[in-house]
């Protein structure tokens, strides 16, 4: 079964994230890939839906922000687009309050994260904004910290507002604190869309990765069960794992249960939820600068 892309755009409000998704929606028309979108608004009125055409599936998230408020509403609506649109890609445009790591907890559900590739987090970024942002609440210079530090590609807008040394400067300190990302200052999301094509998140991509994609820093893993395990060695597993994995979730099966488990982990914290039906056995991972085959050969271990 072929996977549907995902591409999170991120940013802050007024940033260019939907100057940049209408450039991307051309861009699929001209090569003739079936798209699909999914918008969320903090407020329950859509601002920005009109530059989405009529041919393309449309899901707005209206009334809170995917990454917390309105988490279930987001796992609903991406499974229904997958089975009734098959899409070849969905893009996803977050609130600006969205915190890129919440984002990809909110999307992969372990019911359908087999079936998607993500390929990135494009965070957009109003360099005016950024050159001001002292003058921001510090839980909002925070926030846009956040969504630079956590993205695949950067864009710097609004440099037409900036002097060339007010450019080097933001340019800087965003690579300071992204390395990893490409940068590139425009006005109006104005990014070559080949260099977007280039992305490439999930950890199967990333093995096979070579010099003509973009290094990337969040990565995302999903493993299937096909057996019971040992919920001492499961604990013994969690205990050796490295601090850069901020998220794991999915359906384990213990011992001799017939049913499984629901298990969440998030910053160290496990969590577990007995199950009434039986789920795919699929457990998620999201991660920094993670192995991956590592973790792949000790979840191999315990289902010996």
Same mark, same amino acid.
């Given at each position: 079964m072929s996977k549907t892309e995902i591409l999170i755009l991120s940013g802050f409000l007024g940033s260019g994230k939907t100057s940049l998704l209408k450039r991307l929606l051309e861009d699929e028309r001209r090569i003739g890939r079936k798209v699909a979108v999914m918008m969320n608004e903090l407020g329950n009125v859509s601002i920005d839906s009109d530059v989405v055409e009529d041919d393309v599936a449309l899901k707005e998230l209206l009334g809170g922000c995917v990454c917390c408020s309105i988490q279930d509403e987001l796992e609903a609506q991406l499974q229904g687009l997958l089975l009734a649109e098959k899409p070849d890609v969905i893009y996803l445009e977050t609130t600006g309050a969205a915190h890129p790591v919440e984002v990809l907890d909110a999307i992969l559900s372990p019911l359908f994260a087999d079936r998607l590739t =993500? *390929? #990135?987090i494009i965070t957009t970024v109003d360099g005016v904004r950024w050159r001001d942002r002292k003058l921001l609440s510090p839980q909002l210079q925070q926030l846009i910290i956040?969504? /630079?530090?956590? $993205?695949d590609f950067i864009i710097i807008n609004k440099t037409n507002e900036l002097t060339e040394a007010e450019q080097a400067m933001i340019s800087f300190? /965003?690579?300071? %604190?992204? $390395?990893n990302a490409q940068c590139l200052l425009t006005t109006f999301s104005r990014v070559a869309i080949e260099q977007l094509r280039k992305l490439t998140v999930s950890s199967e991509q990333t093995a096979k990765k070579h010099g003509s994609h973009t290094k990337v820093n969040l990565t995302t893993f999903v493993y299937q069960f096909q057996s019971s395990i040992s919920p +001492?060695? &499961?604990?013994? &597993? %969690?205990k050796s794992l490295p601090d850069t994995i901020y998220r794991i979730k999915g359906y384990i099966k213990f011992g001799q249960s017939d049913l499984p488990t629901l298990f969440q982990f998030s910053y160290g914290m496990p969590l577990y939820m *007995?199950?009434?039906?039986n789920m795919p056995l699929n457990l998620v991972f999201i991660g920094e #600068? +993670?192995?991956? *085959?590592? =973790?792949?050969?000790? %979840?191999? +271990? %315990?289902?010996?």
């Open positions: =993500i *390929k #990135g956040e969504q /630079v530090r956590h $993205a300190e /965003v690579q300071s %604190l992204n $390395a +001492i060695e &499961f604990e013994n &597993f %969690l *007995k199950e009434y039906m #600068g +993670i192995d991956w *085959k590592t =973790i792949e050969s000790q %979840l191999n +271990i %315990l289902e010996k």
